[in-house]
């Protein structure tokens, strides 16, 4: 190899190792950008998180929000990090309208292995502040991205959306109450007279619960178990039954002492439980057209 082509393997030596000196940072990390999944995945275990750790609330349509900004993405060896500015606002409902009740604006750096989240940090409060900022960011430019952050995160169409539909069944979709096995909703009798029959209904076809198992004293518990069912296709627009329903959730209990039959939905991330009446017009039409009376008590065997 002559002297010019050594002279070439140089230059290009050397700007591979410019090239990857400048994509790492003061940690031994380098830059991800195609990576961005490692977001959504960081805003899941954050959500889980938080909501398994949080008290019961017995507010009126309680519901938490949550929006971000991605920083940056990097990884070492063994280690992906996610850095993160997260809007986390708490929501209900008071006099029919929603209302703040608390929440946080904040920067998160995650950690992950294998794609997992194994942690996350938050910085330190008061004086520390821009201390520990400093101490998890990867590089300058990253600590002058946290530290000069204006936040443009807004939950506001989102609030908006969910508490329309909180508050009037008629914007609800087939989309909102569709569970992962296709279930739609089950609609009972209210009755303390009997143990009621149970429709279930699918997307394409419905199940009616007719009998049910009687329980023996020594085993019984407070599940109750069907075990008879008659299974039919149906043509109908079920989704016209729940908008002329009322969510049973932002009813007083006076109010629903007026309805006869309860509703669960296949879904309950807008509105889960349900009531409705005889007048439901649609309600009769479904029924009378597949011959069907929820007016009746199952069967004990």
Known sequence: MNKKNLIYIGILIGIVIIISLFSRTNNGEEYLKRNNKLYDVAMKYLEEKEHNSQENNNKTAFKTFY?????????NDKYKYAYMWILKEDYYLEDNKPKSTSGYSMFFKFTFKDDKVKKYENPEDGGKYTKSI??????????????????????????????????????????????????????????????????????????????????KKKLCNDKLEYTKKESSKYTYDVIKIIKNSKNADILSSKELKEYEYEITTGKADIVGNMVTDSNNKYLKEFLKKNKLDLNTCAKGE
Request: hydrophobic letters at 25%; aromatic letters at 12%; charged letters at 35%.
């Open 67 to 75: 929006s971000y900004d991605g920083l940056g993405i990097t990884k």
């Open 134 to 215: 400093k101490k998890m960011s990867i590089d300058k430019d990253m600590y002058n991205k946290i530290i000069k952050y204006n936040s443009k995160l807004s939950n506001e169409k989102e609030i908006n959306k969910y508490y329309s539909k909180v508050t009037d069944s008629k914007k609800l979709t087939k989309k909102d109450i569709l569970g992962d096995n296709k279930l739609l909703f089950t609609i009972e009798w209210k009755t303390t007279k009997c143990v009621p029959v149970s429709l279930k209904v699918y997307e394409d076809k419905y199940i009616l619960y007719s009998k049910y198992k009687e329980c």
